[in-house]
């Protein structure tokens, strides 16, 4: 598994922006292979954070565009990520 985490500082009106987008994300088609994904707020940064069935399925969301949820948000909110990729090498959370 992958976890990526993209984040952006925000201020007030751009804060506003980020969760109209998140709002439009929920209800939309999800990315194959994305597990879970979640908004982070806090200190005047947004970070979004993703866990990908596989690097192939998270480097596929990147590649095609509209599809990779943090891109999606910060994109419609007008603000430029900072990302990385991680692998998972233990997990004390069972689904």
Known sequence: MILSIAHAEV????????????????????PDGLINCYLIE?????QIAA???????????????GS????????ASGLDPTHAEYKIVGSLYTH
């Not at 866990?51 to 565009?65: G, K, L, M, Y």
């Not at 990779?68 to 994109?75: D, I, M, W």
């Open 11 to 30: 201020d007030e009106a751009t804060n506003a922006n980020v969760f109209g987008a998140w709002s439009d994300l929920v209800v939309g088609t999800r």
């Open 42 to 46: 806090g200190e005047g940064v947004v």
């Open 51 to 65: 866990i990908w069935e596989s690097s192939e399925h998270h480097a596929r969301a990147i590649s095609e565009e």
């Open 68 to 75: 990779h949820p943090a891109y999606v948000v910060f994109e």
